[in-house]
Each structure stands twice: as structure tokens, then as C-alpha cells.
């Protein structure tokens, strides 16, 4: 709840390259939390545990816990590059959809609960 609410509060302010660049950060930690706190569910209801956070965001799907899948996807491939790489084209992408992803860990957390 923490990281969501951290990651919120980066959004409100004006846009900077620093800010872009802590909101991304955030984002990276709203995304890593997500998808292991759907393993630990998984895991305490004794289901099968998912191993990546494409398959644990279809599982949560699956489980109702998460209602826009497509969101999601998206989510892991934006994720997968930036990751992997830094391009400041490819980071104000990322920036631009954070409002998007932070409604997707929102409801989440939400459904989680």
C-alpha cells in the first residue's frame, strides 16, 4: 500500500526529468510488489504458485483479482524493456502510462484485500 501511495504522490508533482525518473522507480517497485504479493496469496489459499509476473497477473485474473487483464499485459511488456535498457524515448512512454498503471495497482490492492 506504501509504494502505491509513494508512487501517487510523485505523480502529483510537476513533471521534471527527476521526477520521470523517481516515478519509474516507483513504479518498478509498485510492479515487483504486485506480482509477488500475488504469489504469496496464491501461495497462503494453497493454490499453485506462479513463477513470473505474466503468469501471476493471469492467475490473479483468473482469481478476480484483477479486472483488466490487457492492462496488465501491457504492464509486463513495458516493463520487460526498461528493465533491460535505458532510453529517455522510451521512458517518457513509461512515464506517460504510470497514472494508467498506478489505477491497475489500485484496484489490486483493492480486490487483494
Not at 508533482?13 to 521526477?19: A, H, L, M, Y
Not at 513504479?27 to 505474466?54: H, R
Request: aromatic share 10%.
Amino acid at each position: 500500500r506504501q509504494a502505491v501511495a509513494n508512487l501517487n504522490a510523485v505523480m502529483q508533482e510537476p513533471r521534471t526529468d527527476i521526477v520521470r525518473d523517481c516515478a519509474i522507480k516507483r513504479y518498478e517497485l509498485c510492479y515487483e510488489l504486485s506480482w509477488k504479493s500475488i504469489q504469496e496469496l496464491l501461495k497462503s489459499e494453497g493454490l499453485e504458485i506462479c513463477k513470473s509476473p505474466k503468469r501471476c497477473f493471469k492467475e490473479a485474473f483468473q482469481q478476480g483479482w484483477i479486472e483488466d487483464e490487457e492492462g496488465f499485459a501491457e504492464m509486463v511488456d513495458k516493463h520487460n524493456l526498461t528493465a533491460h535498457t535505458y532510453d529517455k524515448e522510451l521512458a517518457e512512454g513509461v512515464y506517460q502510462k504510470i497514472n494508467d498503471y498506478l489505477q491497475l495497482f489500485e484496484s489490486l490492492l483493492k480486490n487483494m484485500s
